[in-house]
C-alpha cells in the first residue's frame, strides 16, 4: 500500500461577497485587530467580523456618533486598540470600542480645510507613531496629532513633481517611517525633525520603475522593484542586498502587493492570482490563480492569527488557506520504522498542523512530520472501528484525538 502526498502548495479559498453579509464587493482594506475581529472597509459602509456573521456599520441621520461618510478608503488599529478610519470627502474618524461610536476629527478651520484638499479618493493610507495618525496625500504627509486634534502638512523633503502622491506608509522594528511616492521613490521620514530624506541606495533600483515596499519577518524591509528586481534592506547598515529570482523576467503580472508570512514565505498578490517564492529553487511560481470574478485586488494581504491569508478585492474577500507538501510516497515498510504501519484500507488523510500529518487505518492512526517521517502511531480500540466508514474529519485537541463521523440518525 503506497500514498502519494500532493507535491505543490493546497491552495484553499473562501470567497465572502454581498451573498454572505458584506455590504459591498468592492473591498478597499481588511485587517485583523488585536482582539481576533476582522475589519472591512468598503464604498458602503464599515463591516465587523467574527468569524460567523457581518456586523455593518452606516452612516445614521441626525446622529453625529455614528459613521460619518459610507465610503470608507482605510482602516487601522493603533497602539492603544482604537479603530481610525480615512474616509472621503469627511475625514479621520476614531471607533470608541466600549460606546460604539464614532468621534470625527473634522477639517473646521481654515488651515485645516486647505489641508484636506491634498485628500482624493485614492488616498487610502494611514499608520501611526507616536500617538499622531499619518495620512498619505497628492503631495504630502498629513500628521493628526491625536490629543489636539490638530492637523499638520508635512512635505519638506519631498520631490517637487509629484504626480499621485504617497502611496504606501511603513513602520520598521525601530519606529522609523518609510514612504514610497508615486510608486518609484523611497523616503524615509523623520518625526521629530518633520523632514523626509531620499533613501540613499536609491539609484541601484532603477527609481523610474514602480516599487512596493512590505515589512521582512525579521524586522527590514523588502523592496520588490518592477526591472531591478527583489531586495532587502537592512537597516543596521542601511544597505541592500538582492535575492535571487530566477525566473523574475518571466513573470508578465504585475505585483499590487508582496507579505512575508510568519513562517518566512514571501508572498505576492498581482491582479490575476497568489504568488510564492522558492527559495530552494530560487524562483516565484503561481500557486493559484484567482477566479474570473475577483479582479483587480487592493493593495491589501495580511495574515490573520490562524495563519490564513486575506486579500481584499473588487469582488469580495478572499480568506486563503495556505499549506505546503512535498512528493511523498508513503507505504508500508516493516524495515523502516518511520513508514506506515498499517496495511488495512486508509479511511481518512489529513492534517493537524502544517508539521502534523495523520492517516487513518483501521486498526492505527499514523502521525507524520514536516519529512513525512512517522513519530507516532496510535492504536484503534475494535469497538470504534464499526465508525471508520462515517469518517468525516479528525481534530487534535490538547492530548486527545476527536474522530469526526457521519452518521444517518432516524
Known amino acids: 500500500m503506497t500514498i502519494i502526498v500532493q507535491a505543490q502548495p493546497d491552495i484553499n479559498y473562501k470567497k465572502y461577497t454581498s451573498n454572505d453579509g458584506l455590504p459591498a464587493n468592492v473591498i478597499h482594506k481588511s485587517i485583523q485587530d488585536s482582539y481576533g475581529f476582522i475589519w472591512i472597509s468598503t464604498g458602503v459602509g464599515l463591516c465587523k467580523f467574527d468569524g460567523y456573521e457581518f456586523k ?107 504626480a499621485f502622491g504617497i502611496t504606501n506608509i511603513l513602520k520598521d522594528k525601530n519606529n522609523n517611517i518609510w514612504v514610497t511616492v508615486d510608486d518609484n521613490h523611497i523616503y524615509k521620514y523623520d518625526i521629530d525633525c518633520e523632514f523626509f530624506s531620499s533613501y540613499s541606495d536609491e539609484s541601484k533600483l532603477s527609481v523610474y520603475n514602480r516599487m512596493l515596499i512590505f515589512n521582512a519577518r525579521d524586522g527590514n524591509i523588502w523592496i520588490k522593484n518592477d526591472s531591478a528586481g527583489i531586495f532587502k534592506l537592512d537597516l543596521s547598515t542601511n544597505t541592500t542586498k538582492k535575492l535571487e529570482v530566477k525566473n523574475l523576467h518571466t513573470i508578465r503580472d504585475a505585483f499590487s502587493y508582496g507579505y512575508e508570512d510568519s513562517k518566512g514565505k514571501l508572498w505576492f498578490v498581482s491582479t490575476s492570482g497568489l504568488y510564492l517564492y522558492n527559495p530552494i529553487k530560487s524562483v516565484i511560481h503561481l500557486v493559484s490563480e484567482f477566479d474570473k470574478n475577483f479582479r483587480n485586488p487592493y493593495r491589501d494581504i495580511f495574515e490573520d492569527s490562524q495563519q490564513n491569508l486575506w486579500v481584499s478585492g473588487q469582488n469580495g474577500l478572499l480568506k486563503i488557506n ?48 514536516e519529512e513525512y517521517k512517522k513519530i507516532k502511531s496510535i492504536p484503534i480500540i475494535s469497538a470504534a ?18 474522530i469526526m463521523i457521519q452518521v444517518s440518525v432516524k
Open 322 to 369: 495556505t499549506f505546503s507538501s512535498g512528493i511523498k510516497n508513503l507505504s508500508v515498510n516493516s524495515k523502516n520504522k518511520y513508514s506506515l504501519t498499517d496495511e488495512s484500507y486508509i479511511f481518512s488523510i489529513g492534517r493537524f498542523s502544517e508539521t502534523e500529518t495523520y492517516v487513518a487505518c483501521e486498526n492505527s492512526i499514523d502521525i507524520f512530520n
Open 56 to 162: 455593518i456599520y452606516r452612516p445614521i441621520e441626525g446622529d453625529n456618533t455614528s459613521l460619518s461618510c459610507n465610503a470608507i478608503n482605510d482602516v487601522f488599529e493603533d497602539s492603544d486598540k482604537n479603530i481610525w478610519l480615512n474616509s472621503y470627502p469627511c475625514g479621520i474618524s476614531k471607533f470608541d470600542r466600549t460606546t460604539e461610536k464614532f468621534e470625527l476629527f473634522n477639517f473646521d478651520t481654515k488651515a485645516t480645510i486647505e489641508i484636506s484638499k491634498e485628500i482624493t479618493p485614492s488616498t487610502n493610507i494611514i499608520n501611526e507613531i507616536n500617538k499622531h495618525i499619518l495620512i498619505g496625500a497628492t503631495k504630502c504627509l498629513i500628521v493628526l496629532d491625536i490629543k489636539t486634534g490638530r492637523f499638520k502638512k508635512i512635505n519638506t523633503g519631498l520631490a517637487k513633481n509629484i
Open 385 to 402: 472501528r464499526q465508525y471508520y466508514p462515517f469518517i468525516h474529519e479528525i481534530k487534535k485537541m490538547m492530548d486527545y484525538f476527536y
